[in-house]
Structures are given as structure tokens and as C-alpha cells.
């Protein structure tokens, strides 16, 4: 019965350290591309499931659409932390480099991504699609304006 029990914590203690080893090695600028990068998949989800609701491709829940916007306004809180590194790009990344030679500007299209998203809650509050839909297009363009100056193609 030990016997038993010494190979599976062997090999759980290898795997254990094997883990620890590669949290050891993932460098700074790795783990900030992994959070704004693991941000902004949480964004494009959420948003997604709302452009769905907003396009009437899936039926419209006030409750539904509420959450997911509250899930934005509040990723686009949190994701400026993932820039806070400066020069953090890696092979996996497609920051470019002008977000912290221009960090007037990033900062700027960030902020407009704040307002509108916190817009696109109290939109949300109304329940009402057509109060909603031309605050959710306004999110959607301080996305694409962010991307069109500071990420790659
Ligand atoms: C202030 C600038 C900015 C805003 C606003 C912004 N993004 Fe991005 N986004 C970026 C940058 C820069 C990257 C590249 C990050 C990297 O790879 O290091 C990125 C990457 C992404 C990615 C790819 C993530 C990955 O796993 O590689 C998605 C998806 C995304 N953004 C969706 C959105 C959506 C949806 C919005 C709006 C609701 C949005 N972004 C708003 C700057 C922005």
C-alpha cells in the first residue's frame, strides 16, 4: 500500500517542481504580456457575447448584458497595470513600442476606453437596446482606435 502511494507522489513532486522552475524563469516582461494579454481575452470575451445580444444574433438579457458590460468597465480598469513595464514586449506580443515612447497618448486612448466603458454600464442599467447600441459602437472605437496606433497588425 505505500509502495503504492511513492510512485504517484514522486511524480507529483516532479511536476510540482517542474512548475515552480518555469514560474522561476518567465521573466517580467513575460508576465506582463501574459496579464494585459489574459485582460484583454476576458474583454474581447464579454464584449463579444454583448456585440452578439447588440447585432440580435443571440436574444437580448438586460441581466446578462449588465454583467458582461460590468466585466469590461472593469478590465479596462485593471489593464493599464499590465503596461506599467516599460519596453515589455516579447515575441509573443504585439505591443509596440510607441506605448511608452508615447505614453501621453496611450494613456489618452485608455482613458477614453474608461469613460465609454463605464458609459456602456449606466447604458446598460436602462435595459433598453436603443440607448445601448450607439454606446456599445463607442466602446468598440476607443478599441480600435487603441489598436490602430499602438498594437501591430
Ligand atoms: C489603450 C489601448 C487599448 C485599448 C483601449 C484596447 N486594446 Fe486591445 N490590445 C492593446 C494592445 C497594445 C494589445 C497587444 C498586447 C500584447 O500583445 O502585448 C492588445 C491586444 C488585444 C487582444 C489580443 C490578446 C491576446 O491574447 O493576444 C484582444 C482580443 C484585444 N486587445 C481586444 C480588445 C477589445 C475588445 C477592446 C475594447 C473593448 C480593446 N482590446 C481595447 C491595446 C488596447
Known amino acids: 500500500m505505500l509502495k ?3 510512485l ?5 513532486a516532479a511536476i510540482l517542481g ?3 522552475a518555469v514560474y522561476a524563469e518567465e521573466s517580467p ?3 506582463a504580456v ?3 494579454q489574459g485582460a484583454y481575452t476576458i474583454t474581447k470575451t464579454h464584449f463579444g457575447r454583448m456585440g452578439a445580444m447588440v447585432k440580435g444574433a443571440t436574444e437580448f438579457n438586460a441581466g446578462e448584458f449588465k454583467k458582461d458590460a460590468e466585466v469590461v468597465a472593469m478590465m479596462s480598469q485593471i489593464v493599464g497595470r499590465g503596461f506599467e513595464l516599460k519596453d515589455s514586449i516579447t515575441d509573443d506580443s504585439e505591443a509596440k ?3 511608452w515612447t508615447d505614453p501621453e497618448g ?3 486612448k485608455l482613458e477614453a476606453f474608461q469613460v465609454e466603458a463605464a ?3 449606466k447604458a446598460a442599467d436602462t435595459g433598453d437596446m436603443e440607448q445601448i447600441k450607439p454606446v456599445f459602437g463607442k466602446v468598440a472605437e476607443t478599441c480600435k482606435a487603441c489598436h490602430k496606433e499602438y498594437r501591430e497588425d
Request: hydrophobic share 45%; proline share 8%; glycine share 0%.
Open 29 to 31: 516582461a513575460e508576465a
Open 4 to 6: 503504492k502511494m511513492i
Open 18 to 20: 517542474l512548475s515552480s
Open 119 to 121: 458609459n456602456l454600464v
Open 106 to 108: 496611450f494613456k489618452s
Open 8 to 12: 504517484p507522489l514522486t511524480l507529483a
Open 97 to 99: 513600442p510607441n506605448i
Open 34 to 36: 501574459e496579464y494585459r
